[in-house]
């Protein structure tokens, strides 16, 4: 599977956008980019997925260069409950493949 | 729907002690996951199930891991003997499976252990 290189840790204001890059060099054409997140004392949580087109939910939008060598997780407007551990995950296609994580990006959302 | 179920939340033992947790994933998900996640990190997977085959135990430290899944609902994972690098939590997740698409895992809260 693909690696993945995250910042450890980012900082943004209540309000603002938080803006959580991945970098994901190695990936394949088969591969998915996932992004999953854990608040404190709690199991992950999925936030949203993609393979080359940007995707937009309810909880975040994700960005994918062309060249899909890496992603910006979007958190449009952050809030305290977004305080947490990010991860970005590339996962290949298939109904069983391994959901395989790294150590993620935390994120403080501030005051 | 009603989520993964993961019982206890919290368990302590002594070192050489066992221990067995368990996990209900949410009704019809096919897929099975059990994660060990050590403070600081990221989860690690343990073993991943499909239905009531093993898909993936590489990482499973089978000398004294051993988790099943009977009738491919409920699993147990055990832990016999327990050292003290096997405090942790203990995630267990599910997922559809059946189709062409990855679709997401939803996870349980976990079991934290404590070996002393």
């Known amino acids: 599977d693909a690696k993945t290189t995250q910042p450890p840790s980012m900082d943004c204001a209540e309000g603002r956008a938080a803006n959580l890059p991945c970098n994901h060099s190695t990936i394949s054409g088969n591969e998915y980019v996932y992004w999953y997140r854990q608040i404190h004392s709690q199991g992950p949580q999925y936030i949203i997925h993609?393979?080359?087109n940007n995707e937009t939910n309810e909880m975040a939008s994700l960005i994918i260069t062309e060249d899909r060598k890496s992603s910006t997780l979007i958190l449009p407007h952050a809030t305290l409950r977004d305080t947490a551990v990010y991860y970005c995950?590339?996962?290949?296609?298939?109904?069983?493949?391994?959901?395989?994580f790294g150590t993620g990006t935390r994120l403080q959302v501030t005051l | 729907e009603a989520g993964v179920a993961q019982s206890p939340r919290y368990k302590i033992i002594e070192k050489r002690q066992s221990v067995a947790f368990w996990c209900n994933p949410i009704s019809g998900h096919a897929t099975l996951y059990w994660y060990q996640q050590i403070l600081g990190q990221g989860p690690k997977l343990l073993i991943q199930?499909?239905?009531?085959?093993?898909?993936?135990d590489s990482q499973l430290p089978k000398d004294r891991f051993s988790a099943e899944r009977l009738k491919g609902v409920d699993s147990t994972l055990k832990i016999q003997p327990a050292k003290l690098e096997d405090s942790a939590v203990y995630l267990c997740?599910?997922?559809?499976?059946?189709?062409?698409?990855?679709?997401?895992?939803?996870f349980g809260q976990g079991t934290r252990l404590t070996v002393v």
């Open positions: 993609g393979l080359k």
């Open positions: 199930f499909q239905n009531n085959g093993v898909v993936d």
């Open positions: 995950i590339v996962r290949p296609w298939g109904t069983a493949s391994k959901l395989t």
């Open positions: 997740a599910s997922s559809p499976a059946g189709t062409a698409i990855n679709t997401e895992a939803f």
